[in-house]
């Protein structure tokens, strides 16, 4: 590992300060969370940063509710603490569902809400140094495409890079369409989910829309009443510790046996949280039964362009957005 | 400079830092590589060999210690982040000469084999149980704004980030269980 230096951020001005300034030999410098991921990134040498600029001191690590009804979330907040919360878990039960689904307890002490935004593709080629990857050396090549894929993405992917978010956070925080507010060097600014992430184009190198040294400080989550009823449901190879392989976050608000309305992500199935916005137009409206929902769910994902060893994951998908859905009629 | 032909990786000096590291109540002023991880400072440099490394990754829990009472990996803590906190060991367990609830109970549970997963299985279980206490919700918890009870399937869940390949698992379980209500 790359010797680096370290420093602790006391305010939101001074760190971006550090980050910009990075080192003399233009190393740059990155903000370090609970360093879940980026320490274990370093380690493996696929970053190398010159300076880490500890955020986890701001204080950006308070949950507070806004005027309208919605809560805003520092980025410093940790996943266990965002979970444990009483009023995300009464007014988001599928966010506190998708935290805990993730990771394990030690990790999710560790880990910030910025942080888990942040984190990086879980592509094995993307991991290991010795190996070509668009997303690690843009213009070196995407062996995941011929090679193994069987986890990477089937919707939205590009030639250049096929793989996706591991986020279980990212994907509720898509449906409620949080917004995440950043402070750069150029001054604050608000970016909606989704559409922080990005699809990778051309420019895999690029999970965000971040711009170097700017530094996530919140995510507000929009009120939302009928989220009240909503779920989390996340697909594994193995039941607890395991990245998604197909995850879905949804909510219901039903009337006299009719969707009035519902948000619905998927996770495990593109480079960004999906927000399902054909099944969800196709679902206003109509009747909350099995085939509308199986209906509503074969609409999105008939922009669906599976590899070989994907494909499984469309009808997975889909099965998973339906019993999700089920789920919510059928909640108490 | 590297020597001629020696063609490697030219390494820029290491960066040290100077800082106070509390463990197990003790204040210990130590110098630190700022890449060393807290698992590194605890086993090389203040010979407490209690936590384990596994795989380093984040993914077997053998290095499992407390900070500030909350369990974390110290294989992905770094040393010079934790300066203002205060660390437990398994070695901090134990107070005044007697085992820990949860010492005991692994103990009187046959909850381990060869003993290379138990220092971080029971640092875990330890601040688990106070999780459990706080009402945090799981992945199992039914309804996420209810209560969190400790029945087999909440504990396999909230112990899934410690892996024991010896496979002692039903008797974890049952230790925590013991402990826990
Ligand atoms: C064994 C293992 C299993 C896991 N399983 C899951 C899983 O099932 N589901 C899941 O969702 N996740 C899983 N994770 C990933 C985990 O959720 C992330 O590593 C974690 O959320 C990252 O948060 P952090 O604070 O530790 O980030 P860090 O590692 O500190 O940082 C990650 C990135 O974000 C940047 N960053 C951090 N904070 C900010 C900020 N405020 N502004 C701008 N940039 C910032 C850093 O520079 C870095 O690039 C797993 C991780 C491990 C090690
Ligand atoms: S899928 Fe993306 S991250 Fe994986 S090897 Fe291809 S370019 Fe790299
Ligand atoms: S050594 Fe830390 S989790 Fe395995
Ligand atoms: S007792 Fe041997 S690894 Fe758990």
Redesign the interface.
Known sequence: MRPFAYERATDVRSAVAACAAGTADGAGAVYLGGGTNLVDLMRLGVVSPGVLVDVTRLPFDGIEETAGGGLLIGAGVRNSDLAAHPLVRRRYPMLAQAVVAGASGQIRNMATVGGNLLQRTRCSYFQDVSKPCNKRVPGSGCPARRGDHRNLAVIGQSEACVATHPSDMAVPLAALGAVVHIEGPGGPRQVPMPGFHRLPGDAPERDTVLEPGDLVTAVEVPPLPFAARSRYRKVRDRVSFAFAVVSVAAALDLEDGMVRDCRIALGGVAHIPWRADRAESALRGSPATEAAFAQAAAEELAMATPLPHNAFKVPLARNVVVRTLLDLVEAP | MNGEGNSGPV?????T?DILLSVNGDERPITV???E?LLDTLREHLDLIGAKKGC???QC?AC?VLVDG????SC???T??VDDREITTVEGLAADGALHPMQAAFVERDAFQCGYCTPGQLC?AV??VR?VA??????V?AD??GPAVLDDDEI???????LCRCGAYVNIVAAIKQVGS
């Open positions: 390494f820029a000096d290491p960066i830092a590589d700022t890449r991880t380093d990754h984040g829990g499992t909350r369990r974390v990996k992905l803590t770094l010079v982040t875990s601040a688990m999780e706080d009402g945090w919700p799981s992945a918890t996420v704004s396999r869940e909230r112990m899934s980030g410690n």
